[in-house]
């Protein structure tokens, strides 16, 4: 029988520990109950001293696993990292000392249950040890040949890696070759300046490092970072290739005008897009398209179907800019000419509002309503809103209609795929789980990324979740412009310019810089076997052992990033370099067969079971709180930082993703004698905060199934809930753990609590 592992406590006495609690009663837990081999107090263990002496500790054999009892887990990770050897972190500060009454008999107890559950979490977890076949490709792919792709390409090369450019054009530069002039990027930002894409495109094709593939699509993907297998069509040449990481730099078309009848689009020639005036001005003739003759007036209309239900729901942004562009070179062309913008909103933010004044001294015009219809004749009919009247503008020689912009993420017929529930599978009976199937992909319940119509693949993704990027409602990239820019739901591929979302020549450049740095980071990542954002640097990766498997597929359904795949058999394969270390696949497994080895259904399920839980005659209750690592942690953190108290009846437990929680937890709770559960995760939707996009969301749907169960078990629904927390939430994070200590007073104590 092989021997234990020894595992070391040390027990920090700064920051006000020591005066909370009392350490020697800890180190009696430690050593005493729990069994540690050895522990130690300090002073400070993160000054040099208490560092070196864990160090010695490890090098002398005397400490093979290590918990540190003393701040949180998110704060002096590089003062306590040591090579091979992870610690295991125990919260005595935020969670203890700064947020309960120093002293108390109930702030010991808080902290004596930290250890117990630090030590439990020890005795079942593992350092990781990596993934045995990291990606080894350096090389880039880089689909789309506009702005955004020649800026990707230029950056990764000049960065020292090497890069294939896909465009299935027969040029590069995309829409931006055909401008004369683009929006101002450099001061004194008040005029057009010369379009210097043909300098970007030289550059590019002069780059040693680039390899450029015109007239050229990729017609499939497989694999992942590090090593994805790309298969081109290159003129009718079959290309296969290797690749680290890829960007998608697909760009934008126009909305569809033949859909803006209203609006005099076909019922006169002279009624044109933005996009058709700007390859107007591009050639160099400014001329009314129905007989030759320079226009005299010309009057742009704003979000033409923008901002609408009925067409496009969102603002392109962009549109106003460029059309205060144009309006400036009509002026210029045409001196005598009158051009009217008008507009709901105009929108110039930053140094666009000099743009902006230059267009008004230089006599352009500006009028606020809403146009509601244009003839054929060119009669605008706008509803002014400062004069608060009708006003019917006539004599017009040209109508420019700002059209919107839409994401070449998908075919122009493509809808958004709206995502499905998970199967329905009650995850507090897994015997239930044992014939459950999902849907074959295509099918009319298939899940999310299988379901919704035929549309067009960028990449062809051969994952089993579809061959597509999973884009949002707008038919944009999924990528949360605030919590992972550039990231989608696929690891190592990245989205940039006006694929992701709408913007300019300048931010599709200043995107693509950011797409290409992600992408070094994928395939460095990749290389060394570790996990990309937000779980950076983690070697740990699902385990699945297969002889319990019932084939349910629920891990390949459930996985926000499309990181495990199906053998020919129906086995669940994941493929490592795509996973993010979510753990929504444990969570989803409904008999447990997926874990980490740092990170298990059975390590916490000891965590939770390792906290002494008082008799229902103490009026001490214990209340569970699942809490997401990314968000609600955090809160809790910030909280403790500035001296908020809650309730020392909660027991905190931080998990990966609230996808990855197990019903198991909640069952072991509740029969361990908990009087209450709390998850506490981020927020779902289309505006998600969700590090993992869904772990929140499928969460809901599996807590919908087990308030169901607690209802067959005659338990309260109401000893189990689910909050949606964000990172600033300190002040409310407390409080949703005080308000459930009330309820919980209210029913009563669990009535398992003993058995």
Not at 116 to 124: C, H, I, S
Not at 406 to 424: K, R
Request: glycine residues 10%; aromatic residues 6%.
């Amino acid at each position: 029988m092989a021997e234990a592992a020894k595992t070391a406590v040390y027990l920090c006495a700064g920051c006000g520990i020591g005066e909370a609690v009392s350490i020697e009663a800890l180190e009696a837990v430690a050593t005493g109950e729990s069994k540690a081999s050895s522990c130690r107090r300090h002073d400070h263990l993160c000054d040099d001293a208490g560092v070196a002496t864990i160090q010695a500790d490890i090098d002398s054999g005397a400490a093979e696993r290590i918990v540190i009892a003393a701040c949180s887990e998110r704060v002096n990770a590089d003062r306590f990292r040591f090579d091979g050897t992870p610690p295991i972190r125990c919260d005595l500060r935020e969670r203890v000392a700064w947020s309960q009454p120093p002293g108390a008999e109930d702030t010991q107890m808080l902290a004596a249950d930290y250890v117990r559950m630090a030590l439990a979490e020890a005795e079942k977890s593992a350092p990781p040890s990596g993934q045995a076949d990291p990606g080894t490709s350096k090389t880039i792919l880089v689909v789309g040949g506009g702005v955004s792709g020649l800026t990707a390409a230029l950056e990764s090369a000049r960065a020292g890696y090497q890069v294939m450019l896909v465009e299935r054009a027969s040029d590069l530069g995309g829409h931006g070759a055909k401008w004369s002039k683009r929006m101002p990027h450099r001061p004194p930002y008040r005029l057009p300046q010369d379009n210097d894409i043909g300098a970007l495109i030289a550059a590019v094709t002069a780059e040693p490092r680039i390899t450029v593939h015109t007239r050229s699509r990729v017609v499939s993907t497989a694999g992942g970072p590090g090593r994805f297998l790309v298969t081109l069509d290159s003129g009718g040449t079959t290309i296969e290739e290797t690749l680290g990481a890829i960007v998608v730099a697909t760009g934008w078309r126009p909305y569809d005008a033949t859909k803006l009848g209203h609006l005099g689009y076909g019922a006169s020639p002279d009624v044109v897009t933005g996009v058709e005036l700007e390859t107007m001005l591009g050639a160099g003739e400014l001329a009314c398209k129905s007989d030759g003759r320079r226009p005299a007036a010309v009057a742009f209309i704003q979000c033409a179907g923008s901002r609408d239900p009925d067409h496009l729901p969102y603002c392109s942004s962009i549109c106003c800019g460029v059309s205060i562009k144009q309006a400036l070179m009509i002026r210029e062309r045409v001196p005598d000419s009158s051009v009217y913008i008008i507009h709901d909103e105009l929108r110039t933010p930053g140094t666009a509002e000099a743009f902006y004044r230059a267009a008004q001294a230089a006599g352009v015009i500006f009028m606020k309503g809403k146009v509601s219809a244009v003839g054929a004749d060119l009669t605008v009919t706008v509803e002014d809103v400062l004069l608060g009247e009708t006003v019917a503008m006539a004599g017009l020689d040209l109508v420019v209609l700002a059209t919107g912009m839409m994401p070449n993420a998908t075919a122009p017929e493509a809808e958004a795929i709206a995502p499905q529930p998970a199967p329905d599978i009650d995850p507090l009976a897994p015997i239930l789980a044992a014939g459950a199937t999902v849907p074959e992909p295509g099918s009319e319940d298939a899940s999310e990324d299988d379901s919704g119509p035929e549309i067009g693949s960028i990449l062809n993704l051969q994952y089993r979740q579809g061959p597509h990027l999973p884009i949002l409602a707008d038919g944009f990239a999924d990528s949360h412009f605030l919590c992972f820019p550039y990231e989608t739901r696929r690891s190592g591929i990245y989205t940039c310019g006006p694929v992701r979302r709408p913007m300019d020549m300048a931010e599709s450049a200043t995107d693509a810089t950011g797409a290409a740095l992600k992408a070094i980071q994928a395939i460095e990542a990749a290389a060394a076997g570790t996990a990309l954002h937000p779980r950076g640097g983690d070697l740990s990766f699902p385990r699945i052992n297969l002889d319990p498997c019932t084939k349910c597929r629920r891990c390949t359904v459930e996985c926000p990033f499309g990181a495990i795949d199906e053998s020919d058999d129906d086995y669940p394969v994941v493929e490592v370099a795509r996973c993010r270390r979510c753990g929504t696949c444990m969570g989803a497994c409904p008999v447990r067969t997926i874990s980490f080895e740092n990170y298990s259904v059975e390590m916490v399920s000891a965590m939770i079971k390792a906290v002494e839980v008082p008799d229902e005659f103490a009026e001490k209750p214990r209340v569970l709180v699942l809490a997401c690592r990314n968000d609600a942690i955090p809160a809790l953190d910030m909280a403790g930082i500035s001296g908020t108290r809650y309730s020392p009846f909660a027991r905190v437990v931080p998990v990966r993703c609230l996808g990855s929680v197990s019903a198991l937890w909640i069952s072991d709770a509740l029969s361990t004698g908990y009087d209450g559960v709390i998850l506490m995760g981020c927020k779902a939707g289309d505006d998600y905060q969700c590090h993992f996009v869904k772990g929140s969301a499928i969460t809901q749907e599996r807590m919908g199934k087990i308030a169901e169960t607690l209802k067959s078990m005659m338990l309260e629904e109401e000893r189990v809930v689910t909050h949606e927390v964000a990172i600033a939430d300190a002040r409310r994070a407390p409080e949703l753990i005080d308000s459930f200590l009330d309820t919980i007073a209210e029913i009563g104590p669990n009535p398992f609590k003993g058995f």
